[in-house]
């Protein structure tokens, strides 16, 4: 019921800062949950962060807390991932995720295809 397409990665430097956008389409953005999750270089996916359908709550992995900041955008169906502070330990595949109802760090049944963030010293 939901495509979900990843952009804004890229290459940067440690310290830099960078914003992920996750745009949706159809015209059921505001039903679902969204979340931000990664993928390490021969590792499995994991959690970064999430966001409520209105926005009003997020969660967020130890790792990232007051580094990143997870945002959406109703009304262009577009959810954020702001990066800042990045370390070389953030190199992943970024992926962004929606589900219907509460935030949680699982169960979403709908995922883009990802958007490389490398960083670099």
């Known amino acids: 019921q939901v495509q979900l397409v990843e952009s804004g990665g890229g290459l940067v430097q440690a310290g830099d800062s960078l914003r992920l956008s996750c745009a949706a389409s159809g015209r059921a953005f505001t039903t679902y949950s969204m979340g931000w999750f990664r993928q390490f270089p021969g590792k499995g996916r994991e959690f970064v962060a999430a966001i409520s359908v209105g926005g009003g709550s997020t969660d967020y992995e130890d790792s990232v807390k007051g580094r990143f900041r997870i945002s959406r955008n109703n009304a262009m169906n577009t959810v954020y991932l702001q990066m800042n502070s990045l370390r070389l330990e953030d190199t992943a595949v970024y992926y962004c995720?929606?589900?219907?109802?509460?935030?949680?760090?699982?169960?979403?049944?709908?995922w883009g295809q990802g958007t490389q963030v490398t960083v670099s010293s």
């Open positions: 995720a929606a589900k219907w109802g509460p935030i949680d760090r699982s169960g979403y049944p709908y």
